[in-house]
Structures are given as C-alpha cells and as structure tokens.
C-alpha cells in the first residue's frame, strides 16, 4: 500500500505562484511514476504532468505546459509541482497519484492523495 498527501494548496491572485508537494508514505517510490491532476466542478478530472521514478523523462498537459514543472526528490519520497504564471482557470482540486513501472497521462494510477485545493482570483 502507498499512502499519498498533499499539502501547499491554497487561495492566490492570478498571476501568482504555489508550489504543491506531495508526500508518500509506505513504500519506496524509485520505481514509481508520479503524476498530478486536478479536478474543476463538473469537469472531469484531468491530467497535467507526470514523472518518471528516476527523474529523467517528464510529460505535461497541453494547459499547463511552460507554467508548470513536476519534480521528485527520492530520498524524501516526495513529487512537487511548482505552478506560475496561474490563471483563473486553474482553480480545482489537485491530486498527486502514482503507478508502478508504467509512464503515462490516462488516470489509471493505483494510488491518489485525498487531493488539495488550490483557487486562483482575478
């Protein structure tokens, strides 16, 4: 079992940033993409980037590339995404998820966080 929290979410004016993390508990995640979606009201839940378990390859939603960046420190087995230049359009509740030896953007993941709001104002 892994279990997933995230923290950092919050209230921020457009234009602002927020760094969201996401801590795993459970069992080493070397071997585990991390990914981060976020769920508008009546929208599906939807993804935006995603990392490999070494690091080295990442993937972003079209709606987020060059805004946002994904990253992991193994040793604290914790996935971060740093989000700039935000937008309105950005307020939803982000979920940090995880799978094992597969790398992609569909929302079959074997684990998911609780998920953390993030509201952006005009």
């Known amino acids: 079992q892994v279990q997933l929290v995230e923290s950092g979410g919050g209230l921020v004016q457009a234009g602002g940033s927020l760094r969201l993390s996401c801590a795993a508990s459970g069992r080493t995640l070397g071997r585990f993409t991390m990914g981060w979606f976020r769920q508008a009201p009546g929208k599906e839940r939807a993804f935006l980037a995603a990392?490999?378990?070494?690091?080295?390859?990442?993937d972003y939603g079209d709606s987020v590339k060059g805004r946002f960046t994904i990253s992991r420190d193994n040793a604290k087995n914790t996935v971060y995404l740093q989000m700039n230049s935000l937008k309105p359009e950005d307020t939803a509740v982000y979920y940090c998820?995880?799978?094992?030896?597969?790398?992609?953007?569909?929302?079959?993941?074997?684990?998911w966080g609780q998920g953390t709001q993030v509201t952006v104002s005009s």
């Open positions: 990392i490999s378990g070494s690091g080295l390859r990442t």
């Open positions: 998820a995880t799978v094992r030896d597969r790398f992609t953007r569909s929302r079959d993941y074997d684990y």
